[in-house]
Nanobody
Framework: QVQLVESGGGLVQPGGSLRLSCAAS????????MAWYRQAPGKQRELVAR???????NYADSVKARFTISRDNAKNTMYLQMNRLKPEDTAIYYC??????????????WGQGTQVTVSP
């Protein structure tokens, strides 16, 4: 069993910053790609940013130059630094990871989500 737990969401004013964390635990042998997704009310879930085990990253155009994804492989943890937040960034943010377990299974794991609200 593996588990992803997000933290760091909350209410912030436009122009403000938040830092999300995603901690993976359980029967983990290794973690490959990790990613942040988000889903706003009435919209489909969309990719925000992705990071490979080696640190290569890609971002949605809407967050480039404002958000930074990073990870600490030793801690099985991923982060999303969000700066210059806009009301349209309001959504539930989900952590996703491709995990190879100690039982030699590949698991595409999701966290439970953390709410980010950007409002005056």
């Amino acid at each position: 069993q593996v588990q992803l737990v997000e933290s760091g969401g909350g209410l912030v004013q436009p122009g403000g910053s938040l830092r999300l964390s995603c901690a993976a635990s359980g029967s983990i042998f290794s973690i490959n790609d990790m990613a942040w997704y988000r889903q706003a009310p009435g919209k489909q879930r969309e990719l925000v940013a992705r990071i490979t085990r080696g640190g290569s990253t890609n971002y949605a155009d809407s967050v480039k130059a404002r958000f930074t994804i990073s990870r600490d492989n030793a801690k099985n943890t991923m982060y999303l630094q969000m700066n210059r937040l806009k009301p349209e960034d309001t959504a539930i943010y989900y952590c996703n990871a491709a995990i190879f377990t100690t039982a030699a299974y590949n698991v595409n794991s999701w966290g439970q989500g953390t709410q980010v609200t950007v409002s005056p």
